[in-house]
């Protein structure tokens, strides 16, 4: 569901990042067998060199429910444990997807990087770099992320769920929060509207975007 935008505040359109779990809610991962959940299918694509295959669910996931189609990867060795590539994602090299983490959109994830934990990237997100790793309830949409330092999650700050700062396509910070997706300017209005008799979060937030600004701000 979308969120309703406070009156006045102009936000980005909201990405199309999922709450892990909302499928097959009532199946909990530490019951399921350890099966294979995917595999490949004969459709393929050649992508910089590397020659890709559409992964289909072999049965239901976190993620995907059965003979559901995904995205794409080079090898079963891509994807691991309820992981999912979903969409036209694609993931190749020596790149990893665990747990639950989750490509979707158009995202491209290379290189030696790790996807774990309950995290996710979307839209034209470009994950890739040596040893680079998104973990935790990160959620990255149309952002690049060559180190692990590409980007900064705050637990605890929101009821909406965790904040994740990044550098996104455009070389800008943008912010994730629950389900919004916002420029550094629309997050400190939106900030200063929701909390305006809050002094002690004003400050947080004043503190948190002083050093989203420090990490991302190149201008």
């Known amino acids: 569901m979308k969120p309703t935008p406070q009156e006045g505040v102009e936000r980005r359109k909201p990405p199309p990042l999922h709450t892990a779990g909302a ?3 009532n199946t909990q991962t530490e019951n399921r067998k350890m099966d294979k959940h995917f595999k490949l299918t004969e459709e393929t694509i050649e992508w910089q060199g590397h020659i890709l295959h559409r992964i289909e669910a072999t049965r239901d996931s ?3 429910n059965a003979g559901e189609l995904g ?6 060795h891509n994807l691991r444990g309820e992981s999912w590539v979903a969409d036209e994602a694609k993931v190749w090299g020596s790149a990893y997807l665990l747990d639950r983490s989750l490509a979707c959109d ?7 990087c790790i996807l774990m934990d309950m995290s996710q990237v979307a839209g034209d997100s470009r994950i890739h770099g040596y040893g680079t790793m998104v973990h935790s309830t990160a959620k990255i949409y149309s952002g690049v992320v060559e180190s692990s330092d590409d980007y900064i999650v705050f637990q605890g700050f929101h009821e909406g769920g965790p904040l994740t700062a990044y550098r996104d396509t455009n070389d800008m910070p943008s912010i994730i929060l629950g389900g919004s997706w ?3 300017p629309n997050f400190i209005r939106w900030a200063k509207q929701r909390y305006e008799n809050n002094p002690d979060r004003l400050e947080e937030v004043r503190l948190i975007t002083e050093l989203i600004r420090k990490r991302f701000d190149k201008a």
Do not use: I, M, P
């Open 106 to 112: 158009n995202a491209q994830v290379f290189d030696k």
């Open 62 to 64: 976190c993620w995907a």
């Open 23 to 25: 499928r097959n809610s």
């Open 71 to 76: 995205g794409f990867v080079e090898s079963e």
């Open 182 to 184: 916002y420029t550094l």
